[in-house]
């Protein structure tokens, strides 16, 4: 695929951080002219894959979030977030609609579900405390 333009960015992993990461992406992507639900969609998966960064990945302390994003072609995007948190124990579990390891009960575990359903990839890889990388691919309809 050929890449048409890319964007890299850096956060500490502060929950405030998350709304930016959302406006920052949509920001990139608007270049793209894509519908309001594409750019909705967009928005709530790198919400989602910073919000686990930020309570999973890192859960008590602050880190570093990574985000790369490009744009393939004329219409695919391609979203990488990454962390070097505390890492995924079984990923297939992860993704399991309702499987949370949040202590607290204030987390419903359908981070990586959500992400799946508003994207055409999802990809994750993660390894214990060395930490998770998130990709996330969607063509956008071009009108």
Not at 103 to 119: D, I, P
């Amino acid at each position: 695929m050929l890449l048409k333009n890319e964007m890299k960015l850096q956060i500490p992993s502060r929950s405030f951080n998350e709304s930016f990461a959302r406006v920052a992406i949509s920001s990139f992507f608007a270049q793209l002219d894509p519908t309001i639900d594409e750019i909705s969609d967009i928005k709530t998966a790198v919400s989602e894959a910073v919000t686990n960064s930020i309570v999973h990945g890192y859960e008590n302390s602050i880190g570093t979030i990574y985000i790369h994003a490009k744009i393939l072609d004329e219409n695919t995007i391609y979203i990488k977030i990454r962390d070097r948190g505390r890492g995924i124990e079984n990923v297939e579990k992860a993704k399991e609609p309702m499987f949370t390891t949040c202590k607290t009960g204030e987390r419903s575990g359908l981070g990586f579900t959500v992400m799946q359903s508003f994207m055409d990839k999802l990809r994750i890889t993660s390894k214990i405390g060395k930490g998770t990388t998130v990709i996330l691919i969607k063509t956008l309809n071009k009108r």
